[in-house]
């Protein structure tokens, strides 16, 4: 990014006497620098100045153009010195470069950039995306037909035909489940429109969490001793997305991550007649801070303490899952109430993921 930007702007233009510097920190390239600049450790044009022109202690204008979160530092312009108005000495660049020019060059040239780098981001997510799509197509049918096997064991719930079901058909259930939602987890996190493939389908999300919970316990729950306890009930219907099955696998995968000590992840249901559906997600774990509070929901972003319980963590489940409950009109918030004691040196809170499905 650095040097894209260093051959549109350090060489446009002829400036190429003109230091650039983006964020404070100085581009490597074929630059003249001013002598005094070089022999300044303060180096005040880089650390003090917002947009628009300043000057420093030692008498020299540099240039200062923002730009997105980007801030485009000309300094330490060689020429001739001349007084200016307001009483300091300024060198000049190449034909008085003015703010006005420099703030035209740096917009017009980023501009191009980020077209450019939209470009690139679109041909790579498309070619990530056709790599999913036959991987993506048989895990769905490998799932359904999981899927219809199931439905034909005894038992009056997901998690009763999980239990009765033979070991061979559990095992290809639980694998080809999780498998079909990571991929479609991972695909929403490339490409956010795939949230609304396919149509909708009439699910009873009571039941969807019940799957869930059976199949997690299985697969990884029981081997580190947690465990799950449904409480209240759901009987609404209610039409999603193919889509929403990531909502339950990534908030009760993440309570299953990171919860500690040996209590039960409780998931607790509660209908609003006629307005909402609303499932709590319970879990003893790290606390999670006011400002963590704000930034849990977005792309990458992973937890003070969640690298020191589980290191292969991307931060991709409850960006995706937030994304999918937009899409469906609804929300998901997260409480954390401090339980004023401390693991591993961990601070131990009551935390409530909480979905809200409005009818």
């Known amino acids: 990014m650095k040097r894209i930007i260093e051959l549109n702007l350090v060489n446009h233009f002829n400036?190429?006497?003109?230091?650039?510097a983006i964020n404070g920190k100085k581009i490597a390239g074929e630059i003249v620098e001013n002598p005094i600049c070089i022999k300044c450790n303060s180096k005040e044009c880089l650390k003090l100045p917002k947009a628009g022109e300043f000057?420093?202690?030692?008498?020299?204008?540099?240039?200062?153009?923002?730009?997105s979160n980007l801030t485009?530092?000309?300094?330490g312009h060689l020429g001739e010195k001349s007084t200016l108005k307001q009483g300091h000495y300024a060198y000049k660049s190449i034909s008085k470069l003015k703010l006005k020019q420099f703030q035209s060059i740096v917009t017009e040239q980023l501009e191009i950039i980020k077209s450019e780098i939209d470009?690139?981001?679109?041909?790579v997510k498309t070619s990530i995306l056709n790599s999913f799509h036959d991987a993506s197509k048989w895990a769905r049918q490998i799932?359904?037909?999981?899927?219809?096997l199931l439905s034909k064991v005894e038992g009056s719930s997901t998690a009763d035909k999980f239990k009765n079901a033979p070991s061979g058909l559990k095992s290809v259930y639980k694998c080809s489940t999780l498998l079909n939602d990571s991929l479609q987890a991972y695909e929403i996190f490339i490409n956010p429109e795939n949230v609304d493939f396919g149509s909708k389908k009439d699910t009873q999300i009571y039941q969807l969490f019940d799957k869930f919970q059976a199949i997690l316990y299985n697969s990884e729950a029981k081997s580190i001793n947690k465990s799950f306890k449904l409480e209240g009930n759901s009987h609404s219907v209610v039409s999603v997305y193919q889509s929403f099955t990531t909502i339950p696998l990534s908030l009760l995968h993440n309570a299953m991550k990171y919860s500690m000590g040996n209590e039960k992840i409780k998931i607790s249901f509660t209908e609003i007649l006629g307005k909402a559906i609303i499932v709590n997600v319970i879990?003893?774990?790290?606390y999670i801070s006011d400002d963590e509070k704000t930034k849990i929901f977005e792309k990458n972003f992973r937890g003070k303490y969640a690298s020191r319980l589980h290191h292969d963590g991307l931060g991709i489940g409850l960006y995706v899952a937030n994304i999918v409950a937009k899409k469906h009109n609804s929300t998901i918030s997260v409480?954390?109430?401090?339980?004023?004691?401390?693991?591993?040196?961990?601070?131990i809170a009551e935390n409530t993921f909480t979905l809200r499905i409005n009818l």
């Open 55 to 67: 000057v420093c202690s030692n008498k020299i204008s540099s240039y200062h153009v923002e730009y």
């Open 15 to 20: 400036l190429r006497k003109a230091s650039i």
């Open 143 to 148: 799932s359904i037909n999981a899927e219809n």
């Open 283 to 286: 879990s003893n774990g790290p």
């Open 72 to 75: 485009i530092s000309t300094f």
């Open 335 to 347: 409480s954390s109430n401090a339980l004023g004691y401390e693991r591993d040196g961990i601070p």
């Open 119 to 123: 470009k690139i981001e679109l041909n």
